[in-house]
């Protein structure tokens, strides 16, 4: 099951991948998970590109700054139920790279900017690998 969200994080989705185009933007959805039902994403939070080179085809969030969210999150029942960035001027599907990194269990949203504008938005979900018994 995909992630749910209000308009007005989409909008905030958007209005980031508008403002770092023709980089990528790159930023964090915050929510709740739930085994019985949709995962709900309640705010995001914009991330700074940390890559040190292409930023217009690559990403990179800082680790230091993951590991305070969830520090900052935790206590009041939130957690990271995703990632999102932009694709400037190309579609918004899953490169290699996205998918070699890509987290199970966490959505991923990628928004195609054409020219400054967003003009699709994809979401991708890697699932979980089942459980073994080191037995």
């Known amino acids: 099951m995909m992630a749910k969200y209000s308009k007005n994080i989409y909008e905030q ?11 990528e ?9 739930s085994e019985q039902s949709e995962t709900e994403v309640t705010e995001i939070r914009e991330a700074e590109n940390q890559f ?21 999150l935790d206590p ?17 599907i899953l490169s290699k790279e996205d ?10 949203v990628i928004m195609s900017v054409q020219n400054g504008e967003v003009v699709d938005v994809k979401s991708y979900k890697k699932a979980m690998p089942p459980l073994t018994s080191n037995n």
């Not at 989705?13 to 980089?23: D, H, Q, R, S």
């Not at 933007?25 to 998970?33: F, R």
């Open 52 to 72: 040190q080179g292409q930023k217009a085809v690559h990403f990179k969030i800082d680790p230091l700054y993951l590991y305070h969210l969830e520090q900052e």
């Open 13 to 23: 989705m958007v209005l980031a991948a508008k403002k770092a185009y023709p980089n």
């Open 76 to 92: 009041r029942g939130l957690e990271i139920v995703g990632i999102y960035h932009s694709h400037p001027d190309c579609p918004a």
């Open 99 to 108: 998918e070699e990194y890509m987290v199970p269990g966490l959505e991923y």
């Open 25 to 33: 933007c790159c930023g964090i959805l915050v929510g709740k998970k």
